[in-house]
């Protein structure tokens, strides 16, 4: 896992193209509110188990600030960030459905976080190793970091309660 920070030089723009993609009517909301845990069918790929889709939205209401990428009522792509509201913030994921992949959407809701988290002395994230080559032509910085994960509760927490 790669860790990274934002720098203050800001975004290289890098803009994928998907067969069809100008047909796309893409539309962006920072509103969980707005969408039904329905319209977040499709995220997780891959993993071995997954929040549900209405855990998920609990996860993005929950969040300090979330972007997602909207085509009419199905929601392509999000990003969500948790800080202390003042000097650190964290992007504990950002996804794309694989159909919309290469399209420019995960470099627009990364530019769409981080702008809305420019007043913060810290914004990072932790990537696969796959992903550096991306994160880093977006601005960030790779550093090290260590982490912790609690796969028992990769769905949501066991407990049913909250934190």
């Known amino acids: ?83 202390d509201g003042f000097f650190y913030s964290y992007i504990p994921l950002l996804e794309v459905i694989p159909d919309y992949q290469g399209s420019g959407i995960a470099s627009e809701l990364l530019k769409r976080i981080v702008q809305s988290l420019d007043s913060m002395y810290a914004i990072d994230i932790v990537c696969d190793e796959a992903l550096k080559d991306f994160y880093e032509s977006r601005g960030f910085t790779s550093f090290h970091g260590q982490a912790i994960r609690n796969y028992a509760n990769q769905a949501g927490p066991a407990n049913k309660g909250t934190v």
């Open 1 to 83: 896992k790669q860790v990274f920070k934002k720098r203050k030089s800001g975004f290289r723009s890098t803009r994928g193209a998907l067969a069809g993609a100008k047909d796309m009517q893409i539309q962006y909301i920072n509103d969980p509110s707005k969408i039904s845990s329905q319209a977040l069918e499709g995220f997780f790929v891959g993993w071995s188990t997954h929040p549900s889709p209405k855990n998920h939205l609990k996860v993005l209401t929950n969040s300090t600030v979330c972007w997602l990428a909207m085509e009419t009522d199905r929601c392509v792509g999000f990003v969500y960030a948790i800080s």
